[in-house]
Every structure is written in structure tokens, then in C-alpha cells.
């Protein structure tokens, strides 16, 4: 618990604190948003705004994992560099399309085949690794098993092991790049997606924490049952602690008026992080709950495109979805704290269905 404390604390005093710096390095170097044409015309003031604000969010969290893992006195366990790999290359590939951006100054970064292959990189080497390197209890980081609340019956080896691979490299790699463009497409509004990234990785924190006290090697033999089969929870809730309070800094600077963004670095980053979290700690359907709000918006814009390709009409003024009640009138800031609202009550709702779930399993 100490650990996780000063996770917590420490990211987000760094955050706080060195977010104005990178404001001031951002703001000298004229690295400001470009604001598309077609979006809503309130955002044309905010051309100019620092971005790259996902640097401040990265640096603070891995900081943060550092030095509780010297406080602790233990070191990382391996699924922690996996998760962090995940957290790192997905915030690079983010400060790339920033970058180009902003010395091209345009809407689009990186050709989206290229964002892909890069996503995929890194996707496939994460897989991979958390597949291999059991610990001395025979667990890997992942598994071949699709996951709810714990791994199910449904494994994608079963056709072989070859044909076992691909799928499994197929699913992993859906899930970090549907997390990470749900975060991108939420970060639309100031302090949209840090908000809902706050309720969403501190679900998280409770849920790797509670897996870590009913963790399999070392669970009471009375919840035996209920125990869970998951590799280095402390680890992963350590980071998603410290991610929780580099998100609470950030979101002093980037709350309406928003003094800088988070850009693709920031949303990236968290999504792959999300999606890491998710496989690492065997609850990739349950992080549909957790992380409903991202869902909810992406699913607007899938229906949007959807039925205008079909119909050539619009189900929304405009997607994603915050930006129809932008058209409808609704002030920015309701806008973010309803949403904010619902990103909450989506989050405690996965952190009752897993909990309901083991004491169904421990009765």
C-alpha cells in the first residue's frame, strides 16, 4: 500500500508542477494545436494552445513507478515492464503524429497506414512477450484465454498452436488499438479525456489491488476458489495508481480553459496503458465497463459513419458524440463534468460486477 501511495502522490505532484513548465518550453517553440476546419467553430480560439501535454502525463508516471519501487525496496515484476513498454511506444507513436502536426501545421500527423504498422509493432512484441517468461508458479503475463472477470473456458489455442499465435496476436493487438483511439477520439473537449482516464485507471488501481490480496500462491484456503490466477498485480496496480495521479496534475492546467492539451502523446499513451491493463490483469470484457464512456464515443462515431454511408443521412450533428451537444448549444464545461459523470458511474459499475463476482465464487 505504501508503494501505491507514493505512486499516486508523487506522479502527481510532478504533473502539477512540470505541466507549466512544458507550457512555458511549448509555448516559446510555438508548438500549438491546429484546430480542424470542419469541427465545431467555438474551438477556433483554442488555435495556438500547447500540445504534446502526454509528455508531462508519461514522464510523471514512469518517475512516479521508479520511485516506488525504491521506496518499496522490491523490484518490478515482469508483466510492470510490459505494461510500460505498452504506456511508453504508444505515447512515442502519439508524439510523432503530434509532431508532424505541428511543423506541418495540420489537422493530420502520420499517414494512417504508418500509425498502424506502429501500433502493430508494438502491439505484436507485447503479445509476444507477455505470452513467454512464465513466473515461478507456471503464469504468464497473458494467456490464450479470452477474459471477463478472470480467464474464461474460451481459448484461442485450440485449433493449434500455430493458429493459436495468430489469434491471439489478432485480439491483443484490436484491443490496444481500439483502447488507444477511443482515448484519442474522447480527448475532444478540455479535460474530457484526463477526467474520464481518472475514474477509469483508478477502477483499475482497486481492481489490480484486490487481485493482488486474493492472488492464487498466496490466497486463504476458505476463498481458494475465488482467488485469481493473474501475475504481478501489485505491479500493475502501482502504475495504474501513479498514471491516476499524473492524470490529477494535468488536469489543473488542462480543465476549461484548457492551457494545454494532452495531444495524441497523452491519448495514446493512456489507451494503450488501458489495454495493457486490461490483458495483464485477465479482465479484457470487463474494461468495456470500466471504460464505457470511451466505448460510448467511439460507438458514435462507428454509427455515424455507419448509417451515413448506408442512409447519406446523420444519426448526430457531428461526431464523436461531445461535439453533437456542442452543435446542440450545450456549454463545453456541462458537457465534460456529465460526461466526467458518466465515465464514474460506468467505472463503479465494473468495480461492483467484479466484485459481486467473487463473492458469488467465494460463497
Known amino acids: ?165 495468430i489469434l491471439i496476436i489478432a485480439w491483443l493487438n484490436f484491443l490496444v488499438a481500439a483502447w488507444s483511439n477511443g482515448v484519442n477520439l474522447t480527448d475532444g473537449l478540455d479535460g474530457l479525456a484526463t477526467g474520464a482516464s481518472l475514474f477509469s485507471f483508478g477502477a483499475y488501481t482497486a481492481v489490480s489491488l484486490w487481485q493482488w490480496y486474493q492472488n492464487c500462491p498466496t490466497a486463504d484456503d476458505s476463498v481458494l476458489q475465488a482467488c485469481y490466477e493473474v501475475r504481478d498485480p501489485r505491479d500493475l496496480a502501482i502504475i495504474s495508481a501513479a498514471i491516476v495521479g499524473a492524470c490529477f496534475g494535468f488536469l489543473w492546467w488542462n480543465t476549461s480553459p484548457a492551457q494545454i492539451f494532452m495531444g495524441d502523446t497523452g491519448s495514446l499513451a493512456l489507451g494503450g496503458a488501458f489495454a495493457g491493463l486490461s490483458i495483464l490483469s485477465r479482465t479484457e470484457f470487463l474494461a468495456v465497463i470500466i471504460g464505457g464512456l470511451f466505448v460510448v464515443i467511439v460507438m458514435s462515431d462507428v454509427i455515424q459513419i455507419g448509417v451515413f454511408k448506408l442512409t447519406r443521412k446523420r444519426v448526430f450533428r457531428m461526431a464523436p458524440l461531445h461535439h453533437h451537444f456542442e452543435l446542440k448549444g450545450w456549454p463545453e464545461v456541462t458537457i465534460v463534468v456529465r460526461f466526467w459523470i458518466i465515465a464514474g458511474l460506468f467505472a463503479v459499475l465494473g468495480i461492483a460486477l467484479f466484485y459481486a463476482e467473487w463473492v458469488v465464487r467465494a460463497l
Open 1 to 165: 500500500m505504501v508503494a501505491i501511495g507514493v505512486a499516486l502522490s508523487s506522479a502527481l505532484i510532478l504533473s502539477l508542477f512540470f505541466t507549466p513548465v512544458l507550457i512555458h518550453v511549448l509555448t516559446k517553440r510555438n508548438f500549438g494545436q491546429f484546430i480542424r476546419q470542419d469541427g465545431p467553430t467555438g474551438h477556433y480560439t483554442k488555435r495556438g494552445t500547447p500540445t504534446m501535454g502526454g509528455i508531462v502525463i508519461i514522464g510523471a508516471t514512469t518517475v512516479a513507478w521508479i520511485l516506488a519501487h525504491l521506496v518499496s525496496g522490491r523490484m518490478p515484476g515482469f508483466s510492470a515492464f510490459l505494461l510500460m513498454f505498452l504506456f511508453i511506444g504508444a505515447g512515442l507513436i502519439g508524439f510523432i503524429d503530434d509532431y508532424i502536426k505541428i511543423s506541418k501545421q495540420r489537422s493530420l500527423g502520420l499517414h494512417p497506414s504508418a500509425k498502424i504498422i506502429g501500433q502493430l509493432s508494438i502491439g505484436t512484441i507485447f503479445t509476444l512477450l507477455a505470452l513467454h517468461h512464465p513466473n515461478a508458479d507456471g503464469i504468464t503475463a497473458a494467456s490464450f484465454h479470452i477474459s471477463v472477470v478472470r480467464d474464461t473456458v474460451i481459448t484461442l489455442d485450440s485449433w493449434g498452436l500455430i493458429i493459436g499465435f
